[in-house]
């Protein structure tokens, strides 16, 4: 079975409307995280926003957020008032945290394309 | 402020070829990661790395291997190239320990692979 799963393959968007990325994970561990990354089109990998599953609040980071449902599996990224910069790859990705080495499970991404 | 730098950025192998790829990280941190991301699909862990001498496979293992005598780097040999290992590598390191749950990875910027 996938743990991370991202179902939408591409997204267009508005400039200055808001986008959700969905993500949905399967673990058995009670303790892990889970981490948003962008991949713009040079290639590089850029951390945007983190979750803890013990976090009573969502997390918030400028203009990313997480709409964290725990029991839902669920931690879909909100990107509010887009950017032409924001298009890129958007990935998912989790820390089993009782699993050797912080490993990262990336789910297979979600390509925005942002219009102006 | 390097990071996570990676050499080389690109290179071209014949199937059957050797080489290995060097990873240097400058933020003292204990784990390292190898990943390669084929088109369009999210990162896979090849090898990890607790502690320099130590490594581990990840999910991704077979026709890889990765040597870490210093704690500042992590190389990633292939022995005997294959097409199918034309890909995007690549490199990130972490924290450790309990306190360190919630950082993210810093990826280097990758290495373009192709094996012809």
């Known amino acids: 079975a996938q743990k991370i799963t991202q179902t939408q393959p591409g997204m267009f968007v508005q400039e200055k409307e808001a986008v959700t990325l969905d993500c949905t994970y399967d673990?058995?561990?009670?303790?892990?995280?889970l981490f948003w990354y962008k991949q713009p089109s040079s290639g590089e990998m850029i951390f945007l926003i983190y979750?803890?599953?013990?976090?009573?609040q969502n997390a918030t980071e400028g203009r990313y957020s997480l709409n964290f449902q725990k029991a839902r599996k669920s931690a879909n990224l909100v990107i509010s008032a887009s950017q032409l910069g924001d298009s890129a790859m958007y990935f998912c990705?989790?820390?089993?945290?009782?699993?050797?080495?912080?490993?990262?499970?990336f789910g297979g991404g979600t390509r925005v394309l942002v219009k102006p | 402020n390097a990071g996570v730098t990676q050499t080389p950025k690109f290179r071209v192998l014949k199937t059957g070829q050797s080489m290995t790829l060097l990873c240097a990280q400058d933020?003292?941190?204990?784990?390292m990661y190898w990943y390669r991301q084929d088109p369009g699909m999210g990162l896979r862990l090849i090898h990890y790395?607790?502690?320099?001498?130590?490594?581990a496979k990840g999910e991704v293992p077979d026709g890889y291997n990765v040597s870490r005598l210093k704690k500042q780097n992590f190389l990633l040999g292939l022995e005997s190239a294959a097409p199918s290992q034309t890909s995007v590598y690549f490199c990130?390191?972490?924290?450790?320990?309990?306190?360190?749950?919630?950082?993210?990875?810093?990826f280097g910027d990758g290495t373009r692979l192709s094996i012809l």
């Open positions: 990130a390191s972490s924290s450790s320990g309990l306190l360190a749950s919630n950082q993210p990875q810093h």
């Open positions: 673990t058995s561990d009670p303790s892990y995280g």
């Open positions: 979750q803890g599953s013990y976090d009573q």
């Open positions: 990705a989790m820390r089993e945290n009782r699993a050797a080495g912080n490993k990262l499970t």
């Open positions: 933020m003292n941190h204990e784990y």
């Open positions: 790395s607790v502690g320099e001498g130590t490594t």
